[in-house]
Structures are given as C-alpha cells and as structure tokens.
C-alpha cells in the first residue's frame, strides 16, 4: 500500500492528552485532542479543537495522504499518536467511485449475508496508522467474507477506543479487541453466538464503549422472526455481561436500523439511547432493561421506515432522525411511554436527514439532507435559524461535524463545504479532494482533519 508525502507541508506533533480510566470512555471524560468514536468525544459530532484548515485540495493543506486497500463507510477514531480504521483488503479491480448494485435477496430470507461483492477483497482489516506521519503501522484481519450491502460494505462500523485498547465489531458478525500494538485480547462472533443478523442491507451500528462494558445494538427484522437485542460485553474479557431483548412492532423493513447508541447523562444517572424499529428506548447501562420508550418514528405505521441517522444528546434533549420526517426531540427523564409526555418539538418540514446523523452544540441543531441542503435550528425549540441552503452538490451520506466554529459537511464525491457555526449562514470555502467515493464522516484531532475519500485517508491541517 503505498503512502504519498507532500514535501512543502512541515509536519509537526500535537501535545497529547491521555485522559480517562481504563476501559471507560464517556462525553463527560473527553477533549479535542481525540476522536475516540465514530461521532468524536462527546457522540454529538462536536469537538473542542481549534485552529482547523478552513481551505485545501489535492496539495494545499494536506500534511499527509496515505492509500487505503479499499473504500469503506467506517470513519478513522483518533487517539495520540494512533488512528484506527476498517477497510476490507484490495479488491482485483480498480475502487469505483461508485459501488455496484447488490443482489437483492428474496424477501423474508433470513440471514443477513446476502447482497453482491464489494470492490474490496474478502477480508476485514483493522488498520493501525500513524498519527504524525500516516504510515501504516499494522493491521490485523478481523475476519472473512466481505460483501457488498448497496452503500455499504461489511467494515462500515466504526471502532472506539480508550487509549489502551481498541474494540471493533464488523458487519460479518466479528467482535474483536486489541491492544494498541496490535494484540488481539479477544475475539467472538455475534452471529455464531446469537443468530444471523436480518437487515435488508447489512450490518453497520458502532458499538459503544462505557464502564468496562462495549455495547452493541443489533436492530433487525426483515430478513429474520429473531428478535433485535442489545448485548453488553466485558470490555477487557469479551465475556457476555447482559443481554436484553428489545422488542418492537414494526413490520418489513421497518425494525431494522443501522444507528449507533448514545448515553444520556440525566439527574446523577446514566443510559444508553437507542433508536429504530419504530420506537426510541433508554435502558440501564447495568442491566440493558428497558427504562423508557417513545413512539412517533413513524407515525403512519409504514413499512420502510428503517432507522439511519443514530440519536444524539445534549443537554438533557435527546434527538432521534427518522427516515427523513419526523425528526423528533425528547425531553429526558421519565419512566415507561413518554411518546406524548416528553416531546418537545418534532421537525416534519423539508431539509430533514435520512442518512447523515445531525449535530448540535446545545444552541444550534444543524443537519443536512442527502441532497446536501443544511438547515440550522434552535435546538431548544426547534425553530428555524436558517435553511434549508445549498452545499456542494452532490449526495452526502457522512455525517457532519462541528469545531472550531465551523461546520464541516463531506458529499459523496470528496467535497467538503465548510460553513460559519451560528445563526447567519455563510459558506466560508468549497475544498475537493481525490473524488473518490466517500462515505466516512470526517474525524479532529488536534489542529487537522481526518478525512477519508474511496481511495486515502488524509490528514489536513495549516501549512
């Protein structure tokens, strides 16, 4: 795998902060010197970092770019000098800069491996990059069996790490730790021991990392009479801690989901948030039982209401995407059905994601549409502070991200519009990279962005 330098670009090291307890990871234990998990310390997509790049291209601004084996939805996490990525291995072919349509399984199969091969190769990799210089230290096969599920393939999820080991789990079924040199501490399968998973497109929830426990959401039903769960793993062991079936009564496609849990810090206690299959539920972190649920992700019952956009919470509002209408927004707090007690506003007009997970900072909500249309709300009530506006044309399926006051937005094609956070919107550059088919939302560490396109992952950062 080859790496490319730019020679004019002067490297240099960010001081790095180790921060947190072994085996626990929380927003609450978090600064914007890493990128811990697929939506960054705080799981709200927002850092503390400062300094970041506001303009570059294929030479301008880029520290390094190094050659991935092939394209992925999973999003580099950053800590001190380590990156950690998904990638399946080189494909025989070239990476397209779109993937090719999957074979669509008969409806009611069950098992969730089905769908045509990826541009990638059959197996699943960690890789390990090095933070300052982008070489690639090591990496590791996770497993075996690599397909291609439309947009995604089976290294979309995401890993998450606490500075000493990093946990990942693949759309295969594997869940896997290693040390941060590459030492496997353990390894299991969540389809051997649970069940194939039943998604129409494959697996691609990122587990969640807290008090020792790695948390994982499996939310499916299309493909299978099994029901969803929710398993809790000795982070250090990968011995089963709980497990807590989640029960739902969307019908088709609509109890799968493809979202990842959030924590809720409310009153002195905490919970996992999850959403999809028709219903938002909070649960003990201890237990994995049921503490409270809502309705109204989809609030004429139909049938193809799966679950993208992964729930998010700031300052005790705890806000869900559906599939595009309604976004809703729910205040914490409560015990059983809160569907009517605890909304606080819901969202039905236009500019309402499918796919990219919003971001919010506790004033501003922003989201962009699969269509690249940003529109900024007050995140207290849900009214409009701007938008829907036009970013760069072209489908975007990363998630954005906020630091520095500005918002980053990523489409399919490598091109990052960066906008003014605030109330006036104001477009402050329009950067293009390789134009490779990209689908990873952007990661910070320090004074550089991580972008990774269909073909390098780059860090950018002022020369």
């Not at 959030?262 to 948030?273: R, Y």
Request: proline share 6%; glycine share 14%.
């Amino acid at each position: 795998m080859k790496k490319y330098r730019i020679p004019s670009v002067t490297l240099f090291l960010i001081g790095l902060v180790t921060i947190g307890t072994a085996w626990v990871q929380s927003p609450s234990q978090a600064t914007g010197e890493n990128w811990p998990q697929w939506r960054g310390p705080y799981q709200t997509g927002v850092s503390d970092a400062e300094n970041l790049p506001t303009t570059w291209s294929g030479t301008e601004n880029i520290v390094w770019k190094t050659a991935l084996p092939a394209w992925s939805g999973g999003t580099p996490i950053v800590w001190g000098d380590k990156i950690f990525l998904t990638s399946p291995t080189q494909g025989t072919g070239e990476v397209t800069t779109q993937p090719p349509e999957p074979r669509r399984g008969r409806r009611g199969r069950r098992g969730g491996r089905g769908g045509g091969r990826s541009p990638g190769g059959d197996e699943l990799l960690l890789l390990c990059i090095s933070r300052t210089g982008g070489d690639i230290v090591w990496q590791r096969e996770l497993d075996t069996g690599n397909q291609l599920h439309r947009k995604g393939n089976d290294s979309s999820p995401s890993p998450v790490t606490d500075g000493k080991h990093v946990w990942v789990v693949t759309g295969t079924g594997a869940v896997a730790a290693f040390d941060m040199e590459g030492k496997e501490a353990w390894k299991r399968n969540l389809q051997d021991d649970y069940g194939k998973f039943g998604l129409m497109w494959g697996y691609a929830s990122s587990p969640l990392l807290y008090k020792g426990a790695l948390i994982i959401e499996v939310l499916h039903g299309y493909r299978t009479d099994d029901p969803s769960y929710i398993v809790a793993f000795d982070a250090s062991s990968g011995r089963e801690m709980w497990r807590q079936e989640r029960s739902t009564d969307a019908f088709a496609e609509s109890p799968d989901a493809y979202t990842t849990p959030a924590l809720l810090e409310h009153n002195g206690t905490t919970q996992i948030v999850i959403s999809g299959g028709d219903y938002i539920t909070g649960h003990n972190p201890e237990t994995g039982k049921e503490i409270w649920r809502s309705g109204g992700l989809n609030p004429h019952q139909e049938g193809n209401y799966r679950v993208v956009g992964s729930p998010l919470v700031v300052e005790g509002i705890i806000y869900a995407p559906t599939r595009k209408r309604p976004l809703l927004a729910l205040r914490a707090g409560g015990t059983g059905d809160i569907t009517d007690s605890h909304l606080l506003w819901k969202w039905e007009g236009a500019g309402a994601p499918d796919v990219p997970t919003p971001v919010c900072d506790g004033t501003h909500f922003y989201m962009v549409d699969d269509r690249g249309l940003a529109t900024c709300l007050n995140a207290k009530t849900g009214e409009v502070v701007w938008g829907p506006e036009r970013t760069a044309q072209g489908t975007v399926s990363a998630s954005p991200i906020l630091a520095d006051g500005k918002l980053y937005i990523t489409n399919e094609y490598g091109i990052t519009t960066v906008i003014a956070a605030g109330p006036a919107f104001k477009i402050l550059a329009t950067n293009e990279l390789d134009g490779s088919y990209t689908l990873s939302s952007p990661a910070v560490s320090g004074s550089n962005l991580f972008i990774r396109t269909g073909t390098h992952l780059y860090c950018i950062g002022a020369e």
